[in-house]
């Protein structure tokens, strides 16, 4: 859930991955710990994914969130 949190606060149509595993020093200490983990990342990712909360396209490299979502969160 704080994963999607923190997407909600973020550009809902272009959100680079890069971007956040490149400046993950500013997140608190879980979120710190999964973006830096490639693949619990992923699997975080892929759970979101499963129940349409985000959508993942570019090669997986580009992550979107539904404005209602956003809104909602």
């Not at 859930?1 to 606060?9: G, N, Y």
């Not at 680079?16 to 975080?44: H, M, N, W």
């Not at 979101?48 to 979502?69: E, F, G, K, P, T």
Request: proline share 3%; no cysteine; glycine share 6%.
């Amino acid at each position: 859930m704080e994963l999607l949190t923190l997407f909600a606060f973020l550009n809902p149509d272009e959100i680079l991955i890069d971007f956040l595993q490149d400046d993950r020093s500013g997140l608190d200490e879980p979120l710190k710990t999964l973006v830096g983990d490639s693949f619990e990342f992923g699997v975080a990712l892929g759970d979101l994914a499963q129940y349409y909360l985000i959508r993942q396209s570019n090669a997986d490299q580009i992550i979107s969130i539904h404005r209602l979502v956003q809104a909602v969160i």
